[in-house]
């Protein structure tokens, strides 16, 4: 997403052109990915989702909101016993991205919401899925065709009420020559979520699996765009341990929550 800007612009032609950085910029996007993943873990227990989204900008200024299927397995205790725990992942942004040189920096804040989230212990104020996070990325293109950037994300209250997370991603794209009808990028990305747990405390706080409060994942792949199709290749990995029994890992084993590694195909049209 740090590397990414508006796909189209529109305007009126009854209206003088507008100067450049002031117009209105918007697109649409449908897709189909073989696994959703998030930061290394698998949010749909790797199975297909569809997922799509709406991006408006105004100069410097951007809002979108984006949504996905998902599949979180179903509640084992409670009052929800044996009911899906979550279906549907809306998330809500919102920011500027101003250029200074030749760099672009993107200073937003995302909400992830999780409507229809069967969370019995959420109704006491101990868990809740939705969280907040503010955003801030640069990136520049070095040399023609290469493109990199660093993001960082700052939780104050991560997911499941873990308590502050933060999270750095360093990513790299270059465009190869066009083969055939394709534009073939290849890029990769090196991400790490670093949080505070005590497991003293009621609420230990942020385990990403094995009791450790930190992990790296990364990914690598080929992305082949024609006109308004993209075709995205890429393999997924993180350093956390997928085996051993579930009370020790957290997740990574069983059905849920997989962060082991996998290649992933999405297919997206963006207008």
């Given at each position: ?52 989204g709406i991006d408006l900008g105004y100069g410097i ?57 069967k969370d019995s212990f959420a109704r006491h104020g ?146």
């Open positions: 997403g740090a590397l990414a800007g508006p796909a189209l612009a529109g305007g009126s032609v009854k209206d003088d052109p507008a100067p450049e950085g002031r117009k209105f910029t918007h697109s649409f996007n449908l897709g189909v990915t073989s696994d959703y993943v998030f930061r290394g873990f698998s949010q749909t227990r790797e199975k297909p989702a569809m997922q799509g200024f951007y809002a979108g909101v984006w949504a996905s299927m998902l599949d979180f397995g179903d509640v084992a205790a409670g009052p929800d016993t044996g009911r899906t725990i979550a279906t549907t992942e809306v998330d809500v942004y919102a920011g500027i991205k101003p250029v200074w040189g030749k760099f672009n920096f993107d200073l937003g804040a995302i909400y992830y919401a999780y409507p229809g989230a101990i868990r809740e899925f939705d969280y907040f996070e503010l955003k801030f990325g640069v990136s520049t293109t070095p040399v023609d065709k290469l493109t990199t950037g660093v993001t960082v994300f700052y939780s104050p209250e991560y997911t499941n009420k873990q308590g502050s997370v933060t999270t750095i991603e360093g990513a790299i794209a270059y465009e190869l020559p066009k083969a055939w009808v394709f534009t073939p990028t290849i890029g990769g990305l090196l991400g790490a979520s670093f949080g505070n747990f005590d497991a003293a405390k009621a609420n230990p706080g942020f385990v990403a699996a094995n009791g450790e409060d930190s992990y790296l994942y990364w990914n690598a792949g080929l992305a082949l765009t024609v006109e308004a199709l993209t075709l995205d290749f890429r393999y997924w990995d993180t350093n956390i341990d997928n085996s051993g029994p579930v009370a020790a890992t957290k997740f990574c084993n069983g059905a849920a929550f997989q962060c082991d590694e996998r290649f992933v195909f999405t297919a997206k049209v963006t207008f």
